[in-house]
């Protein structure tokens, strides 16, 4: 038998949200014995809006407060059981059946559901997601500290035993208290993960400020912290700016840097709100709140010459959101707080102006040193951060009810993709695949390209009218598989594109079903990438339940006619590029779209994608690096490449305009801070006119930023690359393939080897680093041309150099071949992925030899370009070390660290300590050494720290900024690459 149990809805003045909670309720597969809705003074219609449904209205005629509207509830309740949702949260329908499982015995008291975030699209509701937290996670929890009150179930006698809820909590904090007092009495509360409800809250910049100071505000005022001047001071000097250095570590750890913005915000209004309400309290105090105003506006204005926009728009949203908030220019120069105060205010008391001066002093300190720690670096990405926010709000997806706006929506999205500790990287990569987490704690690859199609066509339907889109990248936001579908559920597109490929198809397919169980029929599904362009009708045919259209090749513009069309309720028929099902067939001519005109596209999209997420970076490139296409296709015949063959007609190479390349350049070293670029194009070098007027475009608008790019190695005379050095190129990637010249010509490359080196060793003159790539499994190869790979390799001597398994994709010549003549192994598209294996066979190698081989090309390498450079460098101080004169700290403890330590009989010294982000895990694999994590460099103070992998040279280097003004004699990086050697002093 179902225990009985009646429902309420507490409310205020909710009539944007209150329908969508009723309707939840109604919809309920457990039976429920009474059901109504306390309004607590509702001005608006709510009221009305429950007797439209039929539902009991129980009404106070002033607002009394949510623990008063929960105490009446609990009065009226006439069963054993009561469940509570808020006015603006959504219940699945099994819900209660499923919270109503967990009363097994006498000592549960109660028990709730998640509660998820149901709008998490914008930056601001994010934020709020992260950081005001209510969901509990997808484990079972039978001993917690409180519930929601947002939705719960208890048992009636329970909170009656317990004296009900404290009235003095009128917004918050009645269920923490309610939850205690019952965990005091020896009773349990349960986390029921199966049951979700959806809060359905959407926020704007000034109402999230406002929610998070609400959170916690009726705890500070039962504890009385802003009541006196003391307790002002200690929130002032301690708290608040404790609480920001905190909120931004954490983001950036997390990668999450357009989340920046309001957790950095949010330390100057907490300060002058809680200011305020202290002097509010305290007239005597009054000064206080407008002298701590100015004492803002100062030091914002300090920070002018770094971060100028930065601090006029903080002054800008500090005097919009802060009632009462005085607007200060500022001015050069120190301001004496004291005589400040004794010339505005000369009869002022003598002890409120004592204590007046030493908040102010404090506040003054205390805000000194904390923009003080923040670099350049992190000032360009706050004000990215708040530019994401302002464009956001402008453009927001949702109406002021929370609901959608009644456009046509189409969602853009690079799903996640993980498998088994690995996480992949598809859109914008040429060779998609997975890697392992590294460590596994970290959500965001090291190497996340640029998604440049799903960019390109965000910034193209900007432009539609009728249509709302917005993008997703799941990957270079670090989101797993559950936090997407929800934010594509709060979207509720009527279109979603996802960029596929051949290594992801699978994973991508299967959350395509699960977008389709959530969403119906409504909603059409539209797949993109070379993997489908090849394919077509194969892959609709075998998909036909989980995929409605093939967007083939260049799919910007066609993506744009789809979505007008279905906006309009007209059939695509003659849209071209796609392939699509009509009357239980496929439409479509299955030719991919004319080419685009690259000039007449806009800029892509990057404000609302995670920018400085998107990393390729290589021989030592500086972070902050910034990805730019500026070009697309190649001349070239090389058998093995994939988007040449399958996403550009005919191979046609076309260009960027140069000035519009420089300019976008300054635009994102100007908007953004990035100090790097990387120009990810297919191929380059190619044309030296063009070339060359890049350079002047660069020189001509002053822009002293390192450049790399993509390139091959025989199209470019040396003055050519001596002029692109001088406008900034740093560092280029070589496709070399091999060191037979026989197989590079076999493959259709026809590069020639010696032009190669002599290109490579042109660079090297000039100061520009360089990358080989080398592919292991061309027709023909052998162990011999292998062999001849490392020595071409090791002769070019270039400063970083990749080994990687060919991986012939669908569309490409190799992939018709080996087909051909029966060596696939597989058609198993989710093993084509290039860091897993081979799946293919040669005439000498099978799939497990030529996984070996690679694996031994590039140990090889990197031994013999690790050994001499290590030779080099540290002979003299590993002698220090086993004397016990000096301690060597390494990170990360890795392949080089093993390497390093085995060479010089390092391996149980105590003069060595390893640092890693996965320290314990680690540990385990180095005894006798001391494996910490990077946190501790500090504390521990190394005499000389190694970095043995360039990617982590700025992360570190950041850390430990400080190192020589502990009394640190010299700190040294030495890059993965082999060169790299930074003295920080």
């Known amino acids: 038998m179902p225990k009985e149990i009646t429902l309420y809805i507490p409310c205020c003045n909710a009539e944007k949200t209150l329908e969508r909670s009723i309707r939840s309720v109604l919809s309920q597969t457990y039976p429920i014995a009474e059901f109504f809705v306390v309004d607590d003074g509702s001005t608006d219609s709510s009221p009305s809006l429950a007797a439209r449904h039929g539902v009991k209205l129980i009404r106070h005629e002033k607002n009394l407060g949510l623990a008063q509207a929960r105490n009446t509830a609990l009065r009226r309740c006439k069963t054993p059981f009561i469940a509570a949702i808020d006015s603006d949260v959504e219940i699945d329908p099994s819900w209660l059946e499923k919270i109503m499982k967990n009363f097994s015995n006498a000592s549960i008291a109660g028990a709730g559901g998640r509660l998820m975030e149901k709008f998490t699209l914008t930056a601001v509701d994010r934020w709020r997601q992260v950081h005001l937290p209510q969901d509990k996670g997808k484990k079972k929890i039978s001993n917690m500290p409180y519930l929601a009150g947002a939705a719960s179930v208890y048992r009636v006698s329970a909170l009656r035993d317990a004296g009900g809820f404290d009235k003095r909590y009128r917004t918050n904090f009645e269920d923490y208290d309610m939850g205690v007092r019952l965990n005091k009495s020896g009773l349990r509360l349960v986390h029921e993960p199966l049951a979700i409800a959806r809060h359905l809250r959407t926020d704007d910049l000034f109402s999230l400020l406002s929610t998070y100071r609400n959170w916690s505000l009726p705890f500070h005022n039962l504890e009385k912290r802003l009541d006196s001047i003391a307790g002002i001071q200690a929130q002032l000097g301690l708290h608040h700016i404790r609480n920001n250095r905190k909120l931004l570590n954490e983001d950036v750890r997390q990668r999450r840097f357009h989340l920046l913005y309001p957790s950095f915000l949010l330390m100057f209004t907490e300060i002058l709100k809680d200011i305020r309400h202290f002097v509010e309290s305290n007239p005597s105090y009054s000064p206080l709140f407008p002298f701590a105003a100015r004492i803002v506006s100062d030091e914002l204005h300090r920070t002018r010459n770094i971060a100028p926009r930065l601090s006029q728009r903080i002054a800008r949203d500090l005097a919009a959101h802060i009632k009462g908030m005085p607007v200060f220019r500022g001015k050069k120069g120190e301001w004496n707080i004291r005589a400040g105060l004794k010339k505005e205010y000369p009869c002022m008391d003598p002890l409120a102006a004592t204590s007046i001066g030493a908040t102010l002093e404090i506040l003054q300190a205390a805000l000194r040193t904390r923009l003080d720690e923040i670099n350049r670096d992190a000032f360009h990405q706050i004000m990215a951060s708040a530019d994401e926010i302002l464009f956001e709000q402008k453009n927001s997806p949702y109406k002021k009810t929370g609901l959608p706006r009644p456009e046509y929506r189409v969602l853009l999205a690079n799903p996640p993709w993980r498998d088994r500790g690995r996480y992949g990287v598809r859109a914008g990569s040429r060779w998609p695949h997975t890697e392992p987490f590294y460590p596994e704690s970290q959500a965001v690859p090291d190497y996340v390209p640029f998604p440049f199609f799903l960019a390109y066509s965000a910034s193209v339907l900007k432009g539609a009218k009728g ?354 003549k029966g060596m696939l192994v597989t058609r198993d598209w989710t093993k084509y992925d290039g860091t897993c294996g081979a799946v293919f066979r040669t005439e000498n190698f099978s799939p497990q030899e030529l996984e070996k081989a690679a694996l031994e090309a590039r140990e090889l390498f990197l031994r013999e370009k690790a050994g001499k450079v290590f030779d080099d460098r540290f002979s003299g101080l590993v002698s220090l070390v086993k004397q016990g004169k000096k301690r060597i700290g390494i990170f990360p403890a890795g392949y080089y660290a093993r390497l390093f330590l085995e060479k010089y009989g390092l391996l149980s010294s105590k003069g060595v300590l390893l640092f890693d982000n996965d320290a314990g895990k680690i540990g385990k694999k180095f005894c006798g050494i001391e494996v910490l994590s990077p946190g501790k460099i500090e504390s521990v103070s190394p005499d000389y720290l190694l970095i043995l992998h360039p990617a982590f040279e700025d992360e570190i280097y950041n850390q430990v900024r400080h190192l020589e003004a502990k009394g640190v004699q010299a700190l040294r990086v030495f890059g993965g690459d082999g060169v790299k050697l930074i003295d920080l002093k």
Not at 721 to 730: D, R, S, Y
């Open 467 to 820: 249509i709302n889109s917005w993008i997703i990248d799941a990957i270079a936001e670090g989101m797993d598989e559950e936090i997407f579908l929800e934010r594509a559920r709060g979207f509720a597109p009527g279109l979603i594109a996802i960029e596929t490929s051949a290594a992801s198809s699978g994973n991508d397919l299967r959350l395509a079903r699960k977008l389709k169980e959530i969403f119906g029929p409504s909603t059409l599904l539209a797949f993109a990438g070379p993997h489908v362009t090849s394919l077509k009708e194969e892959f609709l045919r075998e998909n036909k339940k989980a995929v409605d259209y093939l967007l083939l090749g260049e799919y910007e513009l066609s993506l744009k006619e789809l979505a007008a069309c279905l906006a309009r309720g007209r059939k695509p028929s003659g849209v071209q590029g796609i392939l699509y099902w009509e009357d239980g067939r496929i439409a479509g001519d299955g030719r991919p779209a004319p080419l685009v005109d690259l000039n007449k596209l806009p800029l892509p999209e990057r404000l609302t994608l995670p920018i400085y997420n998107y990393r390729d970076r290589f021989a030592g490139m500086p972070e902050l690096s910034a990805l730019v296409m500026s070009s697309r296709g190649c001349p070239f015949q090389c058998s093995f490449c994939c988007w040449p063959q399958t996403l550009y007609a005919e191979r046609l190479y076309r260009h960027i305009d140069p000035a519009r390349v420089a300019l976008e350049m300054e635009m994102l070293v100007r908007n953004f801070g990035f100090r790097a670029i990387y120009f990810d194009d297919d191929t380059f070098n190619i044309g030296e006119k063009r070339l060359l007027r890049l350079c002047a475009e660069i020189i001509k608008l002053g822009m002293k930023i390192p450049w790399a790019i993509m390139a091959r190695a025989d199209t470019t005379s040396a003055e050519i690359f001596k002029a692109m050095k001088e406008a900034g190129l740093c560092a280029v990637k070589f496709g070399v393939e091999s060191g037979s010249q026989e197989l590079v010509d076999g493959c259709g490359k026809k590069l020639d080897l010696s032009k190669a080196l002599e290109t490579v060793g042109i660079c090297k003159k000039l100061g520009i680093k360089t990358h080989l790539t080398f592919a292991v499994g061309l027709p023909g190869e052998t162990r011999e041309t292998i062999r001849q790979t490392i020595d071409f390799a090791l002769k070019a001597d270039p400063d970083s150099a990749q080994f990687s398994i060919i991986t012939p994709y669908p569309g490409t010549r190799i992939f018709d071949t080996l087909r051909e």
